[in-house]
C-alpha cells in the first residue's frame, strides 16, 4: 500500500496552497484533486490584506502576482446616500491598512486554482486529479481509498485533510454538519472584459437602488462583478439572458464610470448563489482536519473566504511541520482561532448585510439610522475594516451581542 505524511482531499486554492508548502518543508504529500480541468464556477477574486499576508507567509504569493495577480489601492463606497463626491472624499487607502501587505489582490480564481497547483506539484507534491469516489478512514492509522477513472487504490498515510469545498464529503464522511444562518439574499457574480473608463486601482461597493454592489478590477481591462439582492427576486439574474441583466443593473447613476461597466462584455457565466454564513465549531477529528470552505464558509458579501481558506492553510501547515507534528490535539490552537475568527466575520457580514443589502422598509430605516450614527462617529464603521486587517486587529467589543442593534436600532 501506498504510505504518505498528508493526502489532501481537494485540490483547490486551499488543498494546493497547503500541499504546495508542505511539500517545500519536505513532507511527503499526495493531493486528490476531482476535476481534470478547473472551471469558472463564480468564485473568489479579490484577497483580503490580510489574506495575502497569509499568502506570503505561505510562499504561494509571487507565483500569484506572477501569474497576473492585480494589487487595488483605494477603496470608495459608493451609495445612493452619499452624493459621489462626499463618498469620493472618503476614499480609504486600501494599500496602507495592513502593515505586511501591499493591499488586497485580484486574480481570476481559475489562473489562481491552476497557478497555486502547479506550485504544489512543482514543490513536489503528487497532484492526482479525475478522481471520482474517495472514501476516508480517520483514527490514529488514517487510510483513504481512491477510485480514479481505472482502478480503487489504497493510501496510508499520517493525517487527511478535507480541503474539498463547501459541499466536503470528507465533512459528509466524518457526520459533521453545519450550521446555518437563513438565507435572505443571494449573491450573483460575472467576469466583464474590455471595462474602458473604471480606474484599474479602484473598487468600489455600496448600496444602489435594490442591489448591493461590488467592483473588483482584475487589471487588463478585466472585473469581477457580484450584486446582492433580494431573496424574493431569486430568478432576477437566471438565464441566458442573466449577464446582460446583470450588467444593466451596474448603470448606477451614484457610482461614477459604472457606464462603462454596462457596455463591458461579460467573458464568464453569470451565476447565484445563498449570501451566507455556515459553520461548523468541529474542524478536526483523531487524524483529520478541514480547511477552507470545507471548515465552513463566510458570507461572500465580504469577499472573506479565501483570506480564510489562506490562514487555514499557513495555521495547518506551521502546525504539521511543528516540532511534535502527530501528537494528539495538534490542531486545538486552529479549532480555537478559527472558531473565534469565523464568529467575529459573520459580525462583519452582517453589519455589512444590514448597511448593504437590506431592501425592505424597515431595513432601509435601519440602514439610514446606521448611516446617520456613523456620520456622527465615524469609529463605529471600524467593524467593516476587520474585512482588511483581518478580525483579529479589531477590538473585542465590536463583536458583542448588542453592538449592531445599537448601531441599527430605533
Ligand atoms: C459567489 C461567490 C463569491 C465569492 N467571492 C469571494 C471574494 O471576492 N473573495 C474571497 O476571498 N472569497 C470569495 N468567495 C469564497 C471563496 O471563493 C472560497 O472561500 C474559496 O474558493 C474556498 O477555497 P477552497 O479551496 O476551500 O474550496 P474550493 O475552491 O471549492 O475548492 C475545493 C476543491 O475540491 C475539489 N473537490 C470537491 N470534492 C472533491 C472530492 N470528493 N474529491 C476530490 N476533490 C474534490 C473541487 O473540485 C475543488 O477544486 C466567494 C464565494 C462565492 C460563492
Redesign the pocket.
Same mark, same amino acid.
Given at each position: 500500500m501506498q504510505r504518505v505524511d498528508v493526502v489532501i #482531499?481537494? !485540490? !483547490?486554492? @486551499? @488543498? +494546493? %496552497?497547503l500541499g504546495g508548502a508542505l511539500a517545500q518543508r519536505g513532507l511527503e504529500v499526495l493531493i486528490? =484533486?476531482?476535476?481534470t480541468e478547473?472551471e469558472d464556477?463564480?468564485? $473568489? =477574486?479579490?484577497? %483580503?490584506p490580510w489574506?495575502v499576508a497569509e499568502a506570503m507567509s505561505l510562499g504561494c504569493y509571487e507565483a500569484l502576482v506572477a501569474s497576473g495577480g492585480h494589487h487595488l489601492k483605494r477603496h470608495i463606497a459608493y451609495d445612493e446616500l452619499a452624493a459621489p463626491e462626499d463618498a469620493a472624499a472618503r476614499t480609504i487607502p486600501i494599500d496602507a491598512l495592513h502593515p505586511g501587505s501591499p493591499g488586497p489582490l485580484c486574480l481570476e480564481?481559475v489562473r489562481? *486554482?491552476n497557478t497555486l497547483i502547479a506550485l504544489a506539484a512543482e514543490s513536489g507534491a503528487n497532484v492526482l486529479r479525475g #478522481?471520482? /469516489? #474517495?472514501t476516508i478512514q480517520a483514527g490514529t492509522s488514517p487510510r483513504v481509498s481512491i477510485r480514479s477513472a481505472s482502478e480503487v487504490s489504497d493510501v496510508a498515510c499520517r493525517m487527511i485533510v478535507g480541503? /474539498?469545498?463547501?459541499? +466536503?464529503? #470528507?465533512r459528509r464522511q466524518l457526520g459533521i454538519p453545519l450550521e446555518e444562518d437563513p438565507v435572505d439574499h443571494l449573491? %450573483? !457574480?460575472l467576469l466583464i472584459d474590455q471595462c474602458e473608463g473604471w480606474p484599474e486601482d479602484l473598487q468600489a461597493a455600496g448600496k444602489a437602488g435594490d442591489i448591493a454592489y461590488?467592483v473588483?478590477p482584475q487589471g487588463r481591462g478585466q472585473i469581477?462583478l &457580484?450584486a446582492d439582492f433580494d431573496l424574493a427576486d431569486r430568478g432576477r439574474f437566471a438565464g441566458a439572458d442573466g449577464a446582460q441583466k446583470l450588467l444593466a443593473a451596474f448603470d448606477m447613476p451614484c457610482v461614477p464610470h459604472s457606464e462603462a461597466i454596462a457596455k463591458a462584455r461579460p467573458i464568464g457565466p453569470c451565476?447565484? &448563489?445563498p449570501?451566507q454564513d455556515a459553520w461548523t465549531d468541529r474542524v478536526t477529528t483523531e487524524g483529520v482536519v478541514l480547511?477552507? /470552505?470545507? %471548515?465552513g &464558509?463566510?458570507d461572500?458579501i465580504? $469577499? *472573506? @473566504?479565501? +483570506?480564510?481558506?489562506m490562514r487555514?492553510a499557513r495555521f495547518v501547515a506551521d502546525l504539521l511541520t511543528s516540532r511534535d507534528p502527530w501528537r494528539e490535539g495538534l490542531f486545538a490552537p486552529y479549532a480555537d482561532e478559527r472558531r473565534e475568527r469565523m464568529r467575529r466575520l459573520r459580525t462583519v457580514a452582517a453589519y455589512t448585510t444590514r448597511l448593504y443589502a437590506r431592501f425592505d422598509e424597515s431595513g432601509l430605516a435601519g440602514r439610514r439610522r446606521a448611516f446617520d450614527r456613523i456620520a456622527k462617529e465615524p469609529a463605529k464603521a471600524l467593524l467593516a475594516l476587520a474585512a482588511f486587517f483581518g478580525p483579529e486587529n479589531v477590538p473585542a467589543d465590536y463583536f458583542r451581542p448588542g453592538f449592531l442593534d445599537e448601531l441599527f436600532g430605533d
Amino acid at each position: 500500500m501506498q504510505r504518505v505524511d498528508v493526502v489532501i #482531499v481537494g !485540490g !483547490g486554492v @486551499g @488543498g +494546493s %496552497a497547503l500541499g504546495g508548502a508542505l511539500a517545500q518543508r519536505g513532507l511527503e504529500v499526495l493531493i486528490l =484533486e476531482r476535476t481534470t480541468e478547473f472551471e469558472d464556477r463564480v468564485r $473568489g =477574486e479579490w484577497m %483580503a490584506p490580510w489574506g495575502v499576508a497569509e499568502a506570503m507567509s505561505l510562499g504561494c504569493y509571487e507565483a500569484l502576482v506572477a501569474s497576473g495577480g492585480h494589487h487595488l489601492k483605494r477603496h470608495i463606497a459608493y451609495d445612493e446616500l452619499a452624493a459621489p463626491e462626499d463618498a469620493a472624499a472618503r476614499t480609504i487607502p486600501i494599500d496602507a491598512l495592513h502593515p505586511g501587505s501591499p493591499g488586497p489582490l485580484c486574480l481570476e480564481h481559475v489562473r489562481m *486554482q491552476n497557478t497555486l497547483i502547479a506550485l504544489a506539484a512543482e514543490s513536489g507534491a503528487n497532484v492526482l486529479r479525475g #478522481v471520482h /469516489d #474517495v472514501t476516508i478512514q480517520a483514527g490514529t492509522s488514517p487510510r483513504v481509498s481512491i477510485r480514479s477513472a481505472s482502478e480503487v487504490s489504497d493510501v496510508a498515510c499520517r493525517m487527511i485533510v478535507g480541503a /474539498d469545498g463547501r459541499t +466536503s464529503s #470528507v465533512r459528509r464522511q466524518l457526520g459533521i454538519p453545519l450550521e446555518e444562518d437563513p438565507v435572505d439574499h443571494l449573491i %450573483a !457574480g460575472l467576469l466583464i472584459d474590455q471595462c474602458e473608463g473604471w480606474p484599474e486601482d479602484l473598487q468600489a461597493a455600496g448600496k444602489a437602488g435594490d442591489i448591493a454592489y461590488l467592483v473588483f478590477p482584475q487589471g487588463r481591462g478585466q472585473i469581477r462583478l &457580484y450584486a446582492d439582492f433580494d431573496l424574493a427576486d431569486r430568478g432576477r439574474f437566471a438565464g441566458a439572458d442573466g449577464a446582460q441583466k446583470l450588467l444593466a443593473a451596474f448603470d448606477m447613476p451614484c457610482v461614477p464610470h459604472s457606464e462603462a461597466i454596462a457596455k463591458a462584455r461579460p467573458i464568464g457565466p453569470c451565476r447565484t &448563489y445563498p449570501s451566507q454564513d455556515a459553520w461548523t465549531d468541529r474542524v478536526t477529528t483523531e487524524g483529520v482536519v478541514l480547511i477552507g /470552505d470545507a %471548515a465552513g &464558509y463566510n458570507d461572500p458579501i465580504i $469577499g *472573506q @473566504g479565501l +483570506s480564510i481558506t489562506m490562514r487555514d492553510a499557513r495555521f495547518v501547515a506551521d502546525l504539521l511541520t511543528s516540532r511534535d507534528p502527530w501528537r494528539e490535539g495538534l490542531f486545538a490552537p486552529y479549532a480555537d482561532e478559527r472558531r473565534e475568527r469565523m464568529r467575529r466575520l459573520r459580525t462583519v457580514a452582517a453589519y455589512t448585510t444590514r448597511l448593504y443589502a437590506r431592501f425592505d422598509e424597515s431595513g432601509l430605516a435601519g440602514r439610514r439610522r446606521a448611516f446617520d450614527r456613523i456620520a456622527k462617529e465615524p469609529a463605529k464603521a471600524l467593524l467593516a475594516l476587520a474585512a482588511f486587517f483581518g478580525p483579529e486587529n479589531v477590538p473585542a467589543d465590536y463583536f458583542r451581542p448588542g453592538f449592531l442593534d445599537e448601531l441599527f436600532g430605533d
